[in-house]
């Protein structure tokens, strides 16, 4: 059975909130176009100058690419091994190694999507999701084989043209979408929809086991992904101009146009 999450303002306030924050540092770089995090707790910010850098939890830079790479379009870092970023302006994807050094970048086999808006890594090596906004299917491929393994289309709801999806994510066989305009829209690894998060103006969102994290208002919410139940984990302070916010076990990291601000999460 299909699960629909209706979120309504007033109801939020009835997960109590049990987590207090702690400020550990503020970084100064600005108007950071893409941020996210690895499964070790590193962040990773893009900076207007095209250069992609790497802080730990306390906010001490881990390490700088050496070359840029926007157009950007999806970041995905969570194995920092192989950090993965695709652009949907060049059709190329990139991988990087702990250093943010290039170890691939290659053009999508174009017999894969007439126009490929999103691209990110699947849980199988060698494999990925591609958004085609053409038809608005969603394929998982082989990018060594050049071969399709999968192809569906989304629910008509999602998939026309007014949709707006910035984001893709798969994570514990599942794939996540994101509609600034419309929500996540949760499917399973045959791409057939399991649970849709209704909430506008997101761009960004994360994952803290198994439960989902994001943003809405000052409230910092958890979607468990196995029970459907959601949970308040803190209120922000007031901080203007927020672009993304980003959980961990430790640590919350609040971006903006004018900073990044890291908090200790206390529980």
């Not at 091994?81 to 695709?86: A, N």
């Not at 989304?154 to 929500?183: A, C, H, T």
Request: hydrophobic share 40%; with cysteine.
């Amino acid at each position: 059975m299909k699960l629909i999450l209706q979120l309504v303002a007033a109801c939020l306030f009835c997960f109590p909130a049990y987590s207090q924050l702690q400020k550990v540092k503020t970084l100064s770089i600005k108007n950071i176009s893409v941020a996210s995090v690895d499964r070790l707790g590193n962040f990773y910010f893009v900076l207007p100058s095209g250069k992609m850098q790497k802080y730990d939890g306390d906010g001490t830079l881990l390490d700088e690419s050496s070359s840029t790479i926007l157009p950007l379009t999806l970041l995905e870092p969570w194995n920092p091994l192989k950090v993965f970023t695709y652009s949907n302006q060049q059709r190329k994807y990139q991988f990087w190694d702990h250093h943010l050094e290039r170890l691939e970048d290659k053009t999508l086999e174009p017999s894969f999507s007439i126009t490929p808006q999103l691209v990110c890594p699947a849980n199988e090596n060698n494999k990925a999701w591609i958004l085609d906004a053409a038809d608005h299917s969603l394929k998982r491929v082989d990018l060594l084989k050049n071969q399709i393994d999968l192809e569906t289309r989304l629910p008509s709801d999602w998939g026309n043209e007014n949709s707006k999806i910035v984001f893709m994510r798969e994570y514990q066989n599942r794939v996540f979408l994101l509609d600034n305009q419309k929500g996540i829209l949760m499917l399973n690894n045959l791409g057939i929809p399991i649970t849709t998060i209704k909430i506008v103006g997101l761009s960004f969102f994360n994952f803290v086991g198994q439960e989902l994290c994001y943003r809405n208002g000052k409230e910092i919410l958890l979607l468990d992904l196995f029970t459907g139940d959601i949970r308040k984990v803190t209120t922000l302070p007031d901080i203007e101009n927020i672009i993304e916010t980003i959980l961990t076990d430790e640590r919350l990291v609040v971006v903006t146009h004018d900073d990044v601000q890291i908090y200790r999460v206390i529980k």
